[in-house]
């Protein structure tokens, strides 16, 4: 097995994701499908099985975590094969049953798979490679088996062209170096002095390649090292460039190279675009959250979090958070405060962006970590939902009907202190109360309820209580007990159309389906529309 050079693009397995694997898939020639062996098959692994399908890709699979069978026995020098043979019975017999079950699963998707040394024809056959990450076990077959078949079976398709294909992986800002811009170089080659045309938050723009860098041999790019410099770098390969106003660059893009000046101009417009074709592929809606992060990728990631949480949002951008993002995340204060905010993912916010959205009311989320913003903003819509709740309470007549216990009349007129049976409904404190069958004679507002001599905030179906009614904030004479309404009528809460309306608007988790039907009936009695 003989090979030039191999790049290795590790994209995201998190199920939001599916945008950067949807690209990683486009760009790559081959592809590894790591498997969980101690899970199977999950959501996101299907989405992959089905982009590559899609675009015919071949992939091997890595059926990972053999490390964590139990009993195994690390031999990460020795072929995976006699690494399984040499383990004990107990251990073979759970690696045998595991493996069986992802194949099965895979067998499901409509594809066939063999573990890769019992694979009979590498062609109708998808090979199965069980591998460990973090004891070793299984890396050099992996690797072995992904360089013999890229030669075997995709000789035509690796050979070398001069014509430029490359993409921006990440934009990072490097202690000595300033802001670079990392790219996975597919085909061609990129040279000190080269008139590179990226794609930027304000548009397409044209700089110049001062340096081409790489990671030391055995060494990744995102650690911190030196990096190794070079006057040309030819595909295939992840390089690192340094150049001027490079901080503007999205990831996620396409990189072109001008060979001649009057190129530029061209290039520029073909990149915006393509710039514009992607952001025109992210439907937003009248109302919602104002998002914001760091490269195209991790803002599709976002959105399609935001959007499986049932999250609306009314607007995009990509790079740091500055005034005119708030303003536009502003425009909600008019429609709803609840979406009057901006979740910024991995972006830096400038201190006059933060000074007037403080001013505004706007409140600006930021997080590394998609899960921290979602869970930042879920507490805010919390702590929204109950100050209103807070300061709606006295509008919200939660419905009720009541029976007076005639053995329990404790005070008969202002206040009423008499025991009830709440027939059905939930009973609270504040709750005005009233007689159908008497004109609807209004009684009062119940400022109090006891069970066993202890204070309740609110009674269920089917609960004795002791009441506690008084006239409050009505001018009329106090009701009495005996004269206006006796043990023989029923009492129920006094609701309004704006109640019903405070209920829906604000208490919907609080109400139960047997509520809305007593509110039904309730209507019909009030006769409200």
Known sequence: VSTQSTGIIDTPGHESFSNLRSRGSSLCDMAILVVDIMHGLEQQTIESINLLKKRRTPFIIALNKIDRLYEWKIMNKTPVEEAVKKQKKITRDEFTDRANQAILQIAEQGLNAKLFYENPDVRSYISVVPVSGFSGDGMADLLCLACELSQRMLGPQLIYRDVLEAMVLEVKAIHGLGTTVDIILKNGQVKEGDTVVLSGIEGAFSTTVRAVLTPHPMKEMRVK????????????????????????????????????PDECEVLIEDANIALKQELKSIKVGNEGVYVQASTLGSLEALLQFLKDSKIKYSGVSIGPVHKKDVMKA??????????ACLLAFDVKVEREAQEMADSLGVRIFTADIIYHLFD???????????????????????????????????????????????INGVLRTGTPLCVPSKDFCHIGVCTSLEVNNKQIEMAHTGQDVCIKVENIGTGEAPKLYGRHFDENDVIV???TRDSIDTLKEYFRDDMTKENWKLIVELKKIFEIM
């Open 376 to 422: 930042q903003f879920m507490g805010y819509k919390e702590e929204l939902k109950q100050r209103r709740k807070e300061e709606n309470k006295h509008s919200a007549v939660f419905p009720c009907r009541l029976r007076v216990l005639p053995t329990c009349i404790f005070n008969t007129r202002d206040p009423i202190v008499i025991g009830v049976t709440v």
């Open 225 to 260: 090292n030196n990096f190794v410099q070079h006057k040309v770098v030819q595909a295939a390969q992840g390089i690192k460039i340094c150049a001027k106003d490079t901080d503007k660059t999205l990831a996620g893009m396409p990189v072109y190279i001008a060979k001649y």
């Open 330 to 339: 502003s425009v909600m204060l008019e429609h709803d405060k609840e979406f």
């Open 493 to 495: 809460s006094k609701i």
